[in-house]
């Protein structure tokens, strides 16, 4: 099928919840993608900072020929070998000890908010406005952004929010019965925003002066997209639980929640379960996933590399006045115009560029983290000559 037809299968067969745009992935090798009409693109989006080793990495392909070989599935009703490996590959590379695995995003911290009121015995969450937690009832609750919630009420009753980069709206915010804050290191959806510098360790210490728990969800930020194998480690801070997602799996859906010892214990059993959450193929990818991160010297690549693309960026915003600000870390990117900026994606798209608009007016930049920088000089130059055009 070429791009036309499978867009119109779609409009017909999909619940229509997603503006798309208008190509259909056919395959990938590396940062490099092909639609269904043969039309190549380099790709600075990663399917939303997933495909961390971009398309068809042989080291993922022949894991998951070799796993789907042996053993897909199990059930969390048995152990499998594959799980501990990966619960310790995990407790080795962060500060934690004990990992629950769940699918996605929104399940890590769906689960990350029930072990911080089984801990805490208390019910309220801290969220900021503008973040961005996924899609499930009580996710798009803590989900600073109204439009997301607004037709789907009534929401689950425990969330509070407060400015992201405040932290003494956040402190007053704490009360008697607040169980922890969630927060991102760097809001994703919501612009890649940045907060202002000693932000995350005052929440750090409000959290800690007050008994609270700190969430912190990297599930966009975490496995090297900012240049560090994750943001807690680029700020300084410590949380008390951490969530996961997205890269761990470079395409593999797999996700979860990471917490010490003290914490995770307040989890009995029949407490919290997932039928496939930590399937045999999903951690056997997630490990090697982890591994080629390290052999191919990954995080570092995402630091250099995403140090060379914000330089250029800046250099852009020398020339363009219509550019507000150039933001983020590693390969976690953001160019702010003072307008509204999908037809820059548009035009990117025309000349084989993938890039995506997020927050307000921010054009996101978040490649495979193999991305090179002949590739980054390509893109810059196509994204130069659009911004001259206007
Ligand atoms: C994408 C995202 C989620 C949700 O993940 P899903 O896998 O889509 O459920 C949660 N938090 C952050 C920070 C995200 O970027």
Redesign the pocket.
């Known amino acids: 099928m070429n791009n036309k037809e499978i867009i119109d299968l779609d409009s017909k067969y999909i619940m229509q919840t997603y503006g798309r745009q208008p190509i259909a992935i056919s395959h990938g090798k590396g940062a490099v993608i092909w639609d269904e009409d043969g039309n190549e693109y380099l790709d600075f989006f990663a399917g939303?900072?997933v495909n961390a080793l971009g398309q068809s990495h042989p080291k993922v392909t022949e894991t998951i020929q070799k796993q789907a070989g042996k053993l897909i599935h199990a059930s969390n009703v048995y152990f499998t070998e594959e799980q501990v490996k990966l619960a310790k590959k995990l407790a080795e590379i962060t500060i934690f000890n004990k990992v629950f695995f769940a699918n996605?995003?929104?399940?890590?911290?769906e689960g990350a908010i029930k072990l911080a009121r089984k801990y805490t015995g208390r019910g309220e969450i801290i969220a900021t406005n503008n973040?961005?937690?996924?899609?499930?009832l009580v996710?798009v609750t803590a989900t600073g952004q109204e439009k997301y919630k607004k037709p789907f009420k009534p929401l689950p009753s425990g969330f509070k929010h407060v400015d992201f980069g405040d932290s003494e709206a956040l402190a007053n915010a704490i009360g008697d019965d607040t169980a922890a804050v969630i927060l991102?290191a760097i809001q994703?959806?919501g612009g890649v925003i940045v907060p202002p510098k000693n932000y995350l360790k005052e929440v750090e210490a409000i959290c800690r002066e007050n008994n609270v728990l700190l969430i912190l969800?990297?599930?966009?930020?975490g496995f090297g997209r900012c240049g560090e194998m994750f943001a807690y480690e680029l700020f300084g801070i410590k949380p008390d639980i951490m969530?996961i997602?997205?890269a761990l799996g470079s395409g593999y859906?797999i996700?979860g929640l990471l917490a010490c010892d003290e914490v995770a214990s307040a989890f009995d059993y029949g407490d919290h379960g997932s039928t496939f959450g930590g399937n045999p193929l999903g951690c056997a990818v997630a490990m090697t996933v982890i591994e080629t991160m390290k052999d191919e010297k990954l995080v570092e690549n995402s630091k250099t590399v995403g140090k060379y693309l914000k330089d250029k960026f800046i250099d852009l915003k020398e020339k363009y006045d219509f550019i507000k600000d150039v933001r983020g870390y590693g390969l976690f990117l953001a160019i702010e115009l003072n307008m509204e900026c999908n037809f820059v994606v548009d035009k990117m798209r025309e000349k084989g560029f993938l890039i995506n608009a997020t927050g307000k007016n921010a054009l996101r930049f978040a490649p495979p983290l193999i991305i090179t920088k002949e590739q980054v000089d390509k893109m810059v130059i196509a994204l130069d000559e659009v911004f001259s055009d206007f």
């Open positions: 939303i900072a996605s995003g929104a399940e890590a911290n973040s961005f937690h996924g899609r499930t996710t991102e994703g959806e969800d990297e599930v966009q930020t969530t997602a997205k859906p996700g």
